[in-house]
């Protein structure tokens, strides 16, 4: 696999790398000890399927907080999506930075998503899946969220959100610990 690190501390977009030959090919998307290697979380606790009918159907901004903080390693194996992490990380370099990409089935790339980040994707074509690898089992009492159109990060969607969950729309704007209401 290639690691490539994004602009935001300790995210990473990953790559496959084929082996090609007459049948196809094949690779490797998956290794903890390469993760391991590349100071990257290699714990695996679950994996999980979102499929999206629609195209423009967003998910997000959702974060799960310490001690039950989630890294994430995220493929589009059908469709493709715009993927958006936001560092939440006090003290890390990039705090409050974000970082978008295209995930795509037909580029096969992945992106690493550490503990403390938040996370959404909005969908670019119709029937648009994602596999979600987590290092951390899914614990709903410490599951957080920001609206999706936060001034805060002014995150910019590449296009119109037309599907949204009436939970992802009515979070509301991210505040740190401190920070009134």
Not at 64 to 89: H, N, W
Not at 99 to 127: C, I, K, Q, W
Not at 159 to 176: F, G, H, K, L, M
Request: glycine share 8%.
């Amino acid at each position: 696999m290639i690691f490539t690190q994004t602009p935001l501390a300790g995210a990473f977009l990953v790559e496959i790398e084929m082996h090609r030959d007459e049948r196809g090919f094949f690779a490797r998307s998956w290794c903890a000890r390469e993760f391991a290697a590349a100071g990257l979380n290699p714990q695996l606790a679950q994996c999980n399927i979102s499929f999206n009918a629609k195209k423009g159907t967003l998910r997000g901004m959702h974060y799960q907080v310490p001690p039950f903080a989630e890294a994430k390693l995220v493929r589009c194996t059908m469709g493709s999506l715009y993927d958006v992490i936001v560092d939440l990380r006090p003290g890390s370099p990039s705090f409050g930075e974000q970082f978008g990409v295209v995930l795509s089935a037909r580029e096969r790339n992945m992106l690493y998503v550490p503990e403390g980040f938040a996370h959404g994707f909005l969908t670019l074509e119709d029937d648009t899946e994602v596999f979600y690898q987590m290092s951390q089992f899914h614990a709903p009492d410490a599951a957080g969220g920001f609206r999706w159109n936060d001034s805060r990060f002014a995150i910019a969607w590449p296009a119109e959100v037309r599907v949204i969950s009436e939970r992802d729309a009515q979070y509301p704007a991210y505040r740190t610990e401190g920070e009134r209401s």
